[in-house]
């Protein structure tokens, strides 16, 4: 048995091996244990990865998780991002499904290949970050963080293009990719910090390029890309409140500049560090290679790892409001940057 695989896209530097999960979804909620522990999230989220996922987690409760959504039996970490909706011309709201049966997340572990063993630090107990920020409305060329935040326009059947926000004035045939670099330098020492992002920091070229330089930041963590595809083209742009651009994230943001993505480790102990020591996957990131050296066990039954949300409040389907009633702002800014994707990078 292989591990199911979106085979694609991202422009991959050589210099990396990777390998690719494709991550099924554990439940729709307002929770975050990371920004607001213990209590109700301001917005939804979908949420992937060890079943023991809830209101407050730690290290040691993710690894006793009864299940994980991701392909790989030792990964019961938690990989969360806002979930997305359309907004009908009358103020209502619906939720976007995943397309073509496709598992809606993929997420992506990347490092160095070639290097010596110790060279890539997996992440220790109870680390924790998050990547973006869900208030931005704007868009900041020059900053890293929000380089690391993307969006793919997907055309299965022609040319896809990339944009810096929620793609305006196009329809996207095949939906919507929403995708989303994490930190990869480390100050070494803290598993966490007040905004959950100060102890991380991008390399010295950006979201994927370039090395941990800066001596405050400098170890080499794996690097996380999370992808998820959401079915936008479901939706006809003709019945929107906002034709030229319909679809808000959870926190009511019309841009998309907003995106944002959490992440909590809940490997099994020396498991990452085993495969970021002495496992170089092929071409793709087919994790197989990693099984078949023993260093961790293919789980096939992540499709059936679902939890039921415990806040008791629809979060999917048609609302009034979105959960958590944001106001949705930032649909009146122009048009975003377009990129040509090149057919060699685009979704089988
Ligand atoms: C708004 O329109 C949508 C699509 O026709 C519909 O499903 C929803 O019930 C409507 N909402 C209200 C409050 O009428
Ligand atoms: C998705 O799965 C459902 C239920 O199994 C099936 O009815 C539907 O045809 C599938 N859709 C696509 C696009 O494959
Ligand atoms: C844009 O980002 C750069 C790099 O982080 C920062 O120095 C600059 O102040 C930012 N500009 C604005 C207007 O926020």
């Known amino acids: ?37 213990g209590a109700i999230s301001s917005h939804t989220h979908i949420i992937t990865g060890g079943s023991d996922f809830g209101a407050t987690v730690t290290t040691a409760q993710l690894r006793q998780s009864r299940c994980t959504s991701t392909p790989i039996a030792q990964d019961k970490s938690n990989y969360w991002t806002e979930s997305m909706y359309f907004q009908w011309k009358n103020g209502s709201f619906t939720s976007s499904a995943n397309i073509l049966n496709l598992t809606t997340t993929s997420s992506y572990y990347l490092y160095p290949s070639n290097v010596p063993a110790g060279t890539v630090t997996a992440f220790p107990d109870d680390f924790r970050m998050i990547s973006g920020d869900p208030t931005l409305r704007t868009y900041n060329a020059s900053s890293f963080a929000q380089q690391a935040i993307s969006f793919l326009c997907l055309d299965f059947n022609g040319a896809s293009t990339k944009h810096t926000g929620l793609p305006v004035g196009v329809s996207c045939p095949s939906g919507i990719r929403a995708q989303i670099n994490f930190p990869s330098c480390w100050d070494g020492k803290n598993v966490d910090s007040a905004n959950h992002k100060s102890h991380v920091a991008f390399p010295s070229g950006g979201p994927d390029s370039g090395s941990c330089s800066d001596p405050k930041f400098p170890v080499t963590l794996p690097r996380i890309f999370i992808e998820v595809y959401w079915g936008t083209n479901n939706f006809n742009a003709q019945e929107a409140m906002n034709p030229q651009q319909p679809f808000v994230l959870a926190q009511g943001d019309g841009t998309g500049y907003g995106h944002h993505a959490d992440y909590f480790n809940g490997w099994a102990p020396g498991v990452l560090q085993n495969v970021v020591d002495k496992c170089t996957c092929p071409q793709f990131g087919d994790p197989t290679c990693c099984s078949q050296q023993g260093i961790f066990d293919y789980n096939s039954a992540g499709n059936q790892c679902t939890i039921n949300s415990d806040t008791s409040e629809q979060v999917l389907g048609t609302l009034d409001k979105l959960p958590g009633n944001n106001p949705v702002t930032g649909l009146s800014r122009g048009a975003s940057v377009t990129i040509r994707v090149p057919r060699s990078l685009q979704p089988p």
Do not use: C, G, K
């Open 1 to 37: 048995m292989t591990f199911s695989l979106i085979l694609l896209l991202t422009a991959l530097s050589s210099a990396n091996a990777f390998f690719l999960m494709s991550v099924n979804t554990l439940v729709y909620e307002r929770r975050d244990p990371i920004v607001s522990p």
